[in-house]
Each structure stands twice: as structure tokens, then as C-alpha cells.
């Protein structure tokens, strides 16, 4: 664990960030420690960069607050949440190299370390649980139990994933002891659907293809049918879990067009393939059971150099 106390003490203006298009854990957990640094060092100077928030969580406290583009003036000390590596900052990477400290609280598999104090915990259920583990119980209010019980909500597949430890289950009933209606935030957050993400959500199902005696599932969806719905990646979350839910499934794959030739890809496993490693391979990453990668190529070459490295664990297990 690290000794952010040290770290602010020593800092007049600090950075809080995580990876591009952030999901819930990397909103929660970056908004949930800026509320509590806040409090602690009200006459510091704090803020939050992140690029491309999802308008989805802007009821937590200091949504409206966040910085969505790069910023050029170094700070004294940059936190770096939920990302395993500096690229995944995007243009906010520009800002951790100039920063006089930096630190990184990640729960991802990291094979090195990138920020000057890295805490990473890979078997942790979220970011936002060791933020949780990581501050005073005393401080907590209201808006950082909301921010940072998002961020278990969501990369705990509310509290169905097995990343679920008996820790985050009681981290959370702490966190719900607060004035916040959970059960309205886990609806409106996790389960509600747009026409437009139901319409696409169908779709992604209709045209999915059983491949390798039925044990993977797979599905994409192009630019022109996201411009016929009017969608985007935003659209798209959840579907590759759905993919997963397949009766008799092991792994699935699901992917849509960022550009000619390319794809952003997410894979959902079971206990028999280990995506991480799979997405490790061709330079991407994640969990165990849940992981993404960038990959360039026609649709067909991406699923068949993928999905051989997912047979070899298969064959593995057999």
C-alpha cells in the first residue's frame, strides 16, 4: 500500500486520472478519491483529467468538474487509476511524464512497474475498492460512498464476478449504510438499456457465430450499421458479457470498427481462458475474465489470430 498521506503532503497540485473512455470503476474510483482529497487538503489544488467520461455517471460529485482534454502545466504529483500502463492515458500521458511525483492504484495485471509508487493489487475486485481500503473510514460522506460503491458495481459485474471477495462485500454494506438509494444507482447504471443500445444489443446477438465445437461465440458490428443506429462505443457496452452468457460458451469475442481495417475487440471468459494473457499477446490487457485490445486487420483475420491462442488454452484444460 502506498503512503499517499506522504505523497500530498509533499504536493501543492495533483493530478487524478485513468484510462481513456473510462467505465464505471475508473470514474468511480478517480471521483471518489478527488471528494476525498478534497476534504483532507481543501487548500491544495486537485483535479480530475479524464478523456471521454461516459455522461451516464454525472450524477457523482465533481463529475462536472472533470478535465477532458490534456493539460500542459506540470503538476507536483499525479495518481494514475485502473490502467496497467502509461499508454492508456492517452493524451493525458503528456502530463504523467511531466509530473514531479507520480503513483499508480491498479488492480489490473501489470508486468512492470510505471509510476514512481505503484500499489497493484491483480486479485482485487476494483480500483474503487482499494481506494476504499486505502483512505480513512472517518471521511467517507454521502458522494464518496456513492463514487466509489459505483466503481465495485461495476467491475464486479454487480457482485456476480469472482473477482467478488468477502472484503468487497463488506467494503460495499459500509458504503450503502450511506444516505444514497443503491438500488436506483445499479438500475440506472448497470442494467437500464437506451432503444438505441437495446436495438444494437439485438443485432450483435442476431448475427453472433458459434465457432470451435460451440466453446467460443463471436459477433462485430461495423461502422455503417453503428451510423445506421446512430450509435456509439458507448452503445456497445455490455454486449461482449451477454456474448459470454451463451449456454456452453468458454470464451467470447466481440468487436467493432474504429477504422478501415480495424477494430476495438473485448473478451469475456470463463474459469478455462484466461483473456489477459490472450489480449497480452497481440498488445492489449485486462483481467483474468474480462480484457480488450486494439487490433488492426479484416474481421476474419482478427477472429482467427485470436481465437487461436484462445484453442491453445482450451486444449490445455482438456
Known amino acids: 500500500m502506498i503512503d499517499y498521506k506522504q505523497l500530498c503532503e509533499n504536493a501543492n497540485t495533483i493530478a487524478i486520472s485513468a484510462h481513456v473512455r473510462p467505465d464505471g470503476d475508473a470514474i468511480g474510483s478517480t471521483l471518489g478519491f478527488w471528494n476525498y482529497l478534497k476534504k483532507v487538503y481543501p487548500d491544495k489544488d486537485i483535479k480530475v483529467y479524464l478523456i471521454d467520461p461516459n455522461p451516464l455517471f454525472n450524477f457523482l460529485k465533481g463529475f462536472d468538474e472533470i478535465i477532458k482534454e490534456a493539460a500542459s502545466t506540470p503538476v507536483d504529483l499525479f495518481f494514475a487509476l485502473d490502467l496497467s500502463e502509461k499508454q492508456r492515458l492517452g493524451d493525458n500521458a503528456g502530463l504523467f511524464d511531466n509530473a514531479k511525483n507520480t503513483a499508480c492504484i491498479d488492480h489490473h495485471i501489470n508486468d512492470g512497474i510505471f509510476s514512481k509508487n505503484d500499489w497493484v493489487v491483480p486479485d482485487a475486485s476494483s480500483t474503487a475498492e482499494l481506494i476504499y481500503d486505502l483512505i480513512d473510514k472517518d471521511v467517507i460522506d454521502t458522494d464518496i460512498a456513492m463514487c466509489l460503491y459505483t466503481g465495485m458495481v461495476h467491475d464486479t459485474g454487480v457482485f456476480q464476478f469472482n473477482c467478488t471477495h468477502r472484503s468487497t462485500m463488506e467494503a460495499a454494506g459500509k458504503l450503502i449504510e450511506y444516505d444514497f438509494d443503491h438500488y436506483k444507482l445499479i438500475e440506472k447504471t448497470f442494467f437500464q438499456k437506451s432503444y438505441i443500445q437495446n436495438q444494437i444489443l439485438g443485432r450483435a446477438l442476431l448475427e453472433s457465430i458459434l465457432f ?104 490445455t484444460e482438456l
Open 212 to 315: 470451435m465445437d460451440k466453446k467460443c461465440i463471436v459477433s462485430v458490428i461495423d461502422r455503417k450499421t453503428m451510423d445506421f443506429y446512430g450509435a456509439t462505443s458507448k452503445d456497445l457496452e455490455g454486449i461482449a458479457n451477454q456474448l459470454r452468457y451463451t449456454r456452453g460458451v468458454e470464451c467470447a469475442i466481440f468487436m467493432y470498427e474504429i477504422g478501415p481495417q480495424e477494430f476495438k475487440v473485448s473478451l469475456r471468459s470463463s474459469d478455462k481462458v484466461n483473456v489477459a494473457e490472450v489480449a497480452k499477446t497481440f498488445g492489449g490487457g485486462g483481467h483474468k475474465k474480462a480484457a480488450g485490445l486494439t487490433m488492426a486487420g479484416s474481421f476474419h483475420d482478427v477472429v482467427n489470430n485470436i481465437s487461436r491462442i484462445i484453442e491453445k488454452q482450451l486444449r
